[in-house]
């Protein structure tokens, strides 16, 4: 298996910029599709973006896009996620997860998950 630690978050200005990162140990984040997930109080956990272990692809949440990109650092074994022109609706807790299997979108389909990092932005 392999353990994921978030870090990076914190509050911000709206318009602002914040990096998580999520360190992973036990297993290379080479098997692994990597996503980010967010969710605030009340609300279900939803897809911020995802980076495939075949091929390098990404993808996005369309209220993402543009504003936000995930990377990985292989030699690190550690996956990031750049947040620019943050909006108060971004705040919320995000949450790193690694998938073994197929699908990206889903937080169903995601095998491990940090504990997460909260992002707050204000306005």
């Known amino acids: 298996q392999v353990q994921l630690v978030e870090s990076g978050g914190g509050l911000v200005q709206a318009g602002g910029s914040l990096r998580l990162s999520c360190a992973a140990s036990?297993?290379?984040?080479?098997?692994?599709?990597m996503g980010w997930f967010r969710q605030a109080p009340g609300k279900e956990r939803e897809f911020v973006a995802a980076?495939?272990?075949?091929?390098?692809?990404?993808d996005y949440a369309d209220s993402v896009k543009g504003r936000f990109t995930i990377s990985r650092d292989n030699a690190r074994n550690t996956v990031y996620l750049q947040m620019n022109s943050l909006k108060p609706e971004d705040t919320a807790v995000y949450y790193c997860?690694?998938?073994?299997?197929?699908?990206?979108?889903?937080?169903?389909?995601?095998?491990?998950w940090g504990r997460g990092t909260q992002v707050t932005v204000s306005s």
């Open positions: 036990g297993r290379t984040i080479r098997s692994y599709a």
């Open positions: 997860a690694a998938n073994a299997g197929s699908g990206i979108h889903s937080y169903t389909t995601y095998d491990y």
């Open positions: 980076s495939t272990r075949i091929g390098g692809s990404t």
